[in-house]
């Protein structure tokens, strides 16, 4: 089967960086997905890793390690519309997305 | 560019019942794939449609069936409605998935609320 796990809920201040961690088991894994969906909203795509390393793109960044199966996205200069939830999401050959449950972030001032 | 598209926003039920959900994706994307969220979960991977045929299903029981017309466009159908279906549907669509990284796009979903 295949699975991911990630915090279900993070807090931070705005201003600050957070770093949400995923975990995942995935078989014949092709890369790992980041999404943020708000509150009542639909999962937009933020990045993809394929390969390990760090991609950037703006404020967020999104970080592979294929030998660890672990993957973060990392959050910069948090504003409060960043308050959502995050979900990776892993590719596969057997299934094109399986999700995590979402890290609810919650930016307080 | 309307990006995807998803009919009804809003849907209530009874049990039993058969429901349609429908689809149009971004202009330019040929696939089309059904996820279920229920409530604090992430989206569950129901099926993907490409070229008018199921090409992958999740672990979903037959209640639950598609389409795909030659626009691209879809529709996903359950039969026998039960409580537990109750949830969000969401529609992604994205260029055809080769198994390398292909950007879904998200329709803002389908409530549907079974009663």
């Known amino acids: 089967g295949q699975s991911l796990e990630q915090p279900s809920e993070v807090t931070a201040v705005e201003g600050a960086i957070v770093q949400i961690n995923c975990t995942y088991q995935t078989s014949g894994f092709y890369g790992l997905s980041w999404y943020q969906q708000h509150d009542g909203g639909a999962p937009t795509f933020l990045s993809y890793n394929a390969l390990d390393g760090l991609e950037e793109t703006g404020r967020f960044s999104s970080f592979l390690s294929r030998s660890d199966s672990y993957g973060y996205l990392l959050l910069q200069e948090l504003q409060m519309k960043d308050s959502a939830s995050y979900f990776c999401?892993?590719?596969?050959?057997?299934?094109?997305?399986?999700f995590g449950k979402g890290t609810r972030l919650s930016v307080i001032a | 560019d309307a990006g995807v598209t998803q009919s009804p926003t809003h849907l209530i039920k009874t049990r039993g019942q058969q429901v349609t959900l429908r689809c149009s994706p971004k202009s330019g994307h040929d696939t089309v794939s059904w996820y279920q969220q229920a409530l604090g979960q992430g989206p569950q991977f129901i099926f993907q449609?490409?070229?008018?045929?199921?090409?992958q299903r999740g672990n979903f029981p037959d209640r639950f069936s598609g389409h795909q017309f030659p626009n691209y466009s879809s529709e996903l159908n359950v039969n026998a409605l039960l409580l537990g279906d109750s949830a969000l549907y969401l529609c992604?669509?994205?260029?055809?998935?080769?198994?390398?990284?292909?950007?879904?796009?998200f329709g803002q979903g389908t409530r549907l609320t079974v009663v």
């Open positions: 449609y490409y070229e008018e045929e199921e090409r």
């Open positions: 999401a892993s590719e596969s050959g057997n299934t094109p997305l399986v």
């Open positions: 992604a669509s994205s260029r055809e998935w080769r198994g390398s990284s292909t950007e879904a796009f």
